[in-house]
């Protein structure tokens, strides 16, 4: 089975195109992606609220997309944990780069605690140097679920660091395309603690799905990585 855990629809800031579920839907039969983790836009550049409202009416319409639900600290985030859980939601997701807002901050850690009561799984943006250790700090020994997303090659060794240090935490694949990155890292962390993301169709699916495909690991691996980890992690089949 054929997961992508981390997809979108909508618009993304400075590009020149929206992408409409129907892209999602599309490329989903093009790839022969069998579900997809999905959220609306609107939950990180407009409001949490109404993106989750939108994200779970798109996911009711189709069994085939996850609903992943967006979690802002600056805006009744404790609301929106709530909100997904009572509505069936898989995961949650943060965006601190994206809505630029701090882990090391007091709202944070009050959300943190509301999700880690909730048990759903979350996803956080951890692109730059530091990131991953901001995140480290924040969640302390909280037992929630980790996935870091956007991690790539310039941030490998603090991220494999936190996964070694912290369990239940795990590293999403779309910006991890650098020669034998995969590799590496089913090396080092084990092929258990990876997940397919693309970002699809807001970035390129192949990009992406050619890596963890040819990479050079065993099929057992490639198989956990491209939907196993992901299944067991959110109770889908």
Request: net charge negative; proline share 5%; glycine share 6%.
């Amino acid at each position: 089975m054929l997961i992508d855990g981390y997809t979108l629809f909508g618009s993304w800031p400075g590009l020149p195109y929206d992408h409409p579920v129907e892209h999602l839907l599309a490329g989903m039969k093009q790839h022969q992606v069998d579900r997809a983790c999905t959220l609306s836009s609107q939950g990180i550049f407009f409001d949490a609220a109404v993106g989750n409202a939108t994200t779970y009416a798109t996911c009711q319409a189709d069994a085939r997309l996850i609903p992943i639900g967006v979690v802002d600290p600056r805006l009744n985030g404790p609301q929106q944990v709530n909100y997904c859980q009572q509505h069936g939601f898989r995961m949650l997701a943060m965006f601190p780069d994206a809505q630029n807002w701090s882990m090391d901050s007091i709202c944070t850690a009050q959300l943190l605690q509301v999700i880690a009561d909730s048990k759903l799984p979350v996803m956080i943006e951890a692109y730059h140097d530091g990131d991953a250790s901001q995140i480290w700090r924040a969640m302390g020994d909280m037992d929630i679920p980790l996935i870091l997303l956007d991690a790539n090659p310039n941030t490998l060794s603090e991220t494999i660091t936190l996964i070694q240090a912290r369990p239940k935490t795990y590293l999403a694949t779309r910006l991890l395309c650098g020669g034998d990155t995969i590799e590496l890292l089913v090396d080092r962390i084990g092929a258990d603690k990876l997940v397919f993301t693309s970002r699809f169709p807001i970035s390129c699916f192949s990009a992406a799905f050619l890596t963890a495909k040819f990479a050079a690991i065993s099929d057992t691996d490639r198989a956990a990585i491209l939907g196993e980890n992901i299944s067991r992690l959110l109770g889908i089949t």
